[in-house]
């Protein structure tokens, strides 16, 4: 299982186009992808989760990804929604 702390830079935070792009994208691998987002996880392949979380514009979000893919999928996910946050 790989993680990333990821800052979301998008205007609107996720939602509407945003999220859509993340779920989109995330669909696309066959790894698990999860968001957590205050305390509270989404899976990134279910586009009412990934709304539901609210997270806006400046909020930290952590990215996370397990199966056979996840070193391809994690870099794609965060340059969807966002920058890595360097700690």
């Known amino acids: 299982m790989l993680e990333s702390r990821v800052l979301v830079t998008a205007k609107e935070g996720l939602h509407a186009r945003p999220a859509a792009e993340l779920v989109s994208k995330a669909q696309r691998y066959k790894c698990k992808v999860t968001i957590e987002s205050a305390g ?15 997270a806006g514009y400046g909020q930290e979000i952590v990215i996370r990804t397990d199966g056979e893919d996840e070193d391809e999928a994690l870099p794609s996910l965060i340059s969807t929604v966002g ?5």
């Open 40 to 54: 509270r996880v989404a899976d990134a392949k279910s586009i009412l989760q990934v709304l539901s979380l609210g």
């Open 83 to 87: 920058e890595a946050k360097v700690e």
